[in-house]
C-alpha cells in the first residue's frame, strides 16, 4: 500500500537530496516523490521518473528516522546490499548512500531500485490462503524460500569481513537481554527465564556463515507465484547460520497472534520438507533442539523489539499508534516460550 504523493512544496527539495544519489542518466524533470506505508525501522519512499520518451522508472530511498525502532547502522545495510548483489540472491540494486540527516527525508538514506512484486502478510487470510494454495500446487514460492537461504548461508565469510559484525551465540543473546533491560516497563519473569534458558544451551558447534536476522516471507517480494526479492536487511550478521531457520519456525510468523496462523512454515511450507531439503541440500546434518534454542531466541528478539516500540510510546518519543499495538503481539510470543522451553 503506498500513501499520498508528497505535498508540492516537498517533492521539489526531495529530489535535489536524491539527485547526487542517483544514475548519471536520470531524468528529473518529470518526477513525484510518494511515501510507502508500513516501515517500523526504516522509512521508505518510491522517486518515480519519466523521461522525455515516456519510460518510466521507479527508485526506493530507504530512511532511518530519528527514533527508529531498530538502533542499527543504515549504512551498514546499504554496504550488506552492496555485497549481496554480487551474489545470485535477489535484491535491488543500491547506488548511493547519504549519511547525514539534515535532509527532506528526516535521517541518512541510501537509494536502490523498486522491484515489481507485492511484500505478503501471514497475518492478512486472503495472502496466506495464497500461499497455502502454492504449496498445494507448484510450491514455487517454498522452494525459492529454501532455495534463496541456501544462497545466503552459502556466502563466503571472508566476502563478509569489513561489512558485518561477527556475533557469537553469547553475543547475541546479551546484545537483546541489554536491550530488553534498557526499554521494558515492568520485569517480565517469563522472558527473564527465557534468556537465562539460552545462556544455558549454547551450542557446542557453529555453523558460520552469512545471516539474514529477519528472514520470513514478510520480508520477500513475490511476483508470478516467484519470489522477485529479498529486502529488510538490518539486523544481518556473521554468525550461527541456524538463527534462521528457528527464527522462520516460529509459530508468530506463520501468522499467529491472539489466535493460531497458518500450519506451514512463514504459511509456505511443511516444517519437515523445509528442513530435510535444507540440510540435503547444504549437505550438513541440523539439530532440532539447536532449531529450537534458536527459535526462543528469534521470540525474545521480537518481544524486545515491540517492548522498544512500547517504551518509545509511553515515552512521548514517538505517536505512531503501532508501537502501542504491540502490546497485542507479546501474549502470543510469552506463550510460544513456554512452549518452546517445554514448560
Not at 529486502?231 to 491472539?258: H, I, N, P, Q
Request: one cysteine or more; glycine letters at 8%; proline letters at 4%.
Amino acid at each position: 500500500m503506498e500513501n499520498s504523493v508528497c505535498a508540492s512544496d516537498t517533492v521539489k527539495p526531495a529530489l535535489e537530496a536524491v539527485r547526487p544519489h542517483l544514475p548519471a542518466d536520470t531524468d528529473l524533470t518529470s518526477a513525484e516523490v510518494r511515501q510507502l506505508s508500513g516501515g517500523w525501522s526504516r522509512h521508505s519512499y518510491v522517486v518515480t521518473t519519466v523521461d522525455r520518451l515516456e519510460q518510466k522508472r521507479e527508485f526506493v530511498v530507504r530512511v532511518r528516522p530519528s527514533g527508529a525502532l531498530l538502533e542499527t547502522d543504515i549504512g551498514v545495510e546499504y554496504r550488506t546490499y552492496q555485497m549481496v548483489s554480487d551474489e545470485p540472491i535477489p535484491v535491488p540494486r543500491v547506488y548511493g548512500y547519504e549519511d547525514s540527516a539534515d535532509n527532506p527525508f528526516g535521517g541518512p538514506f541510501f537509494v536502490m531500485d523498486k522491484l515489481d512484486g507485492w511484500a505478503p502478510s501471514t497475518w492478512q487470510r486472503d495472502h496466506r490462503e495464497l500461499l497455502e494454495r502454492n504449496w498445494a500446487t507448484s510450491r514455487s514460492i517454498a522452494e525459492d524460500l529454501l532455495d534463496i537461504l541456501h544462497k545466503i548461508h552459502s556466502v563466503p565469510v571472508e566476502r563478509c569481513e569489513g561489512v558485518l559484525p561477527r556475533l557469537s551465540y553469547v553475543d547475541v543473546v546479551r546484545y537483546w537481554l541489554s536491550i530488553y533491560e534498557g526499554m521494558r516497563l515492568v520485569r517480565d519473569p517469563i522472558v527473564e527465564e527465557a534468556f537465562s534458558w539460552l545462556l544455558d544451551r549454547v551450542p557446542v558447534d557453529e555453523h558460520l556463515g552469512l545471516v539474514h536476522g529477519d528472514y520470513r516471507i514478510g520480508n520477500t517480494l513475490i511476483a508470478d507465484d516467484r519470489i522477485a526479492g529479498v529486502l529488510d536487511w538490518e539486523l544481518a550478521f556473521v554468525g550461527d547460520t541456524r538463527f534462521d531457520l528457528g527464527y522462520m519456525s516460529l509459530e508468530y510468523l506463520a501468522g499467529k497472534f491472539l489466535r493460531k496462523g497458518s500450519r506451514l512454515l512463514c504459511g509456505t511450507a511443511a516444517r519437515e520438507w523445509f528442513m530435510a531439503e535444507y540440510q540435503r541440500r547444504r549437505g550438513v546434518s541440523v539439530d532440532d533442539e539447536v532449531v529450537r534454542t534458536y527459535s526462543v531466541m528469534g521470540a525474545l528478539m521480537l518481544i524486545t523489539i515491540l517492548l522498544t516500540g512500547i517504551r518509545y510510546f509511553h515515552d512521548g518519543s514517538t505517536s505512531d499508534i503501532r508501537m502501542a499495538w504491540g502490546r497485542f503481539a507479546i501474549p502470543g510470543l510469552r506463550q510460544d516460550l513456554v512452549h518452546l522451553m517445554g514448560w
